[in-house]
């Protein structure tokens, strides 16, 4: 959303056949949900109002509650506000899948108190993406790039053990070929985690890096294509022409692809070529194909080829700590309710 106008409305559509299935078996449904990060407090900018319109545009009858982030209760996942948020409610029903990873209160409040299930769009998330991690077809390449190391080590490590093979672009690269002893330049570094890259590349696991980098002068107008290497004060931005044929190759190769985060500053049109190969060649292949969610998504979907994928997640956060410990917050509260209405 910008400025109270919905800019793409895949989440709100991914809704729809729960919210159709239970209003069919005469439910009275009320939805929430949020907008931002508001904080704990309104912010008029961030109204779920558009929303309100747009699913009732869709749906009449569906209630639509305000921005859930409104509340200071519900990051710290407050009692009274959970008595508030389920007042009147006789059920139910997480089809949010892109917060299912946090313990906030509309995820794991509710079914601390009410009888509870997943959606069909959880539903098909999880299963989509435990299949995945649990059998896959081989060869299985997973992709990973975009900016922050930190954040994704734990889902590389998590998805050494289950890939045949490891591609890494984007900012996360620079990281890695740093730990090479590569120099480069004035690119993204995470200096607390050259050694935990070097140990990785020490690993038995398939790791391949570019081999080459379209790198921006000091003065960001200025771009060249050069090797490992990048010169002082140039930036590397996004993968190189070779680099971008060997991805492509390795997806085309493999059986089942898995990709999270752009290998450049795709934003940029400069330096969009490098995820505009990868989505392509996501698109063309006939392996299963999944993408994480986050702005990998946003950029397929501005290459027009969302739709080319077998599964294009909701919530990149939460695909990505699925990844790494094969559960989340808000899955855990639904299987707690499941268990407590079987007793
Ligand atoms: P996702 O949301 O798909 O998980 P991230 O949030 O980790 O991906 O990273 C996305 C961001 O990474 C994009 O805004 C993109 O511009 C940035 N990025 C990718 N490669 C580079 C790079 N080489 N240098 C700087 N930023 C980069
Ligand atoms: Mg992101």
């Known amino acids: 959303m910008e400025n109270g106008v919905i800019q793409d409305d895949l989440r709100i559509r991914s ?7 239970l209003i069919e078996r005469g439910a009275r449904v009320t939805v929430c949900g949020h907008i931002g990060r508001p904080k704990g407090q309104v912010m008029p900018g961030l109204s779920m109002e558009p929303v309100r319109r747009h699913l009732q545009s869709l749906l009449p009858g569906v209630e639509v509650l305000e921005n859930v982030r409104f509340e200071p209760g519900e990051k710290t ?4 506000w959970v008595a508030r948020l389920i007042d009147g409610q006789d059920l139910f029903v997480n089809d949010a899948f ?3 990873h946090r313990s906030e209160a509309s995820v794991v409040g509710p079914p601390a108190h009410l009888p509870s299930a997943a959606g069909r769009l959880v539903e098909n998330e999880v299963g989509t993406l435990a299949a995945l991690l649990d059998d896959p077809k081989r060869p299985f390449i997973g992709i990973v790039g975009g900016a922050k190391v930190k954040d994704k080590l734990g889902v590389i490590h998590a998805l050494l053990d289950k890939v045949d093979t490891l591609l890494i672009g984007g900012g996360m690269a620079y990281t890695f070929l740093a730990a090479m002893g590569r120099s480069i330049g004035e690119s993204l570094l995470q200096e607390d985690q050259i050694a935990a890259c070097a140990e990785l590349l020490d690993s038995d696991h398939r790791i391949v890096l570019p081999v080459d980098i379209l790198a921006a002068a000091p ?3 200025e771009l060249q294509v050069v090797g490992r290497d990048i010169p002082n004060g140039w930036e590397g931005l996004d993968i190189g022409p070779q680099t971008r044929v060997a991805f492509a190759d390795e997806i085309k190769g493999a059986q089942t692809v898995l990709w999270n985060g752009p290998m450049g500053r795709f934003e940029d049109p400069r330096f969009a070529d490098g995820t505009r190969a990868v989505a392509t060649a996501m698109a063309e292949t006939t392996a299963y194909t999944v993408i994480g969610g986050g702005d990998s998504a946003s950029a397929i979907a501005q290459f027009g080829l969302a739709d080319r994928v077998d599964h294009l997640s909701t919530g990149g956060g939460a695909s990505l700590e699925f990844i790494e410990k094969g559960d989340l917050p808000g899955l855990a509260a639904l299987r707690q309710a499941y268990e407590r209405e079987q007793r």
């Open 98 to 100: 892109s917060v299912c």
């Open 15 to 21: 809704s729809l056949p729960t919210l159709q299935w």
């Open 77 to 80: 996942n407050d009692p009274e």
């Open 219 to 221: 003065d960001g107008r």
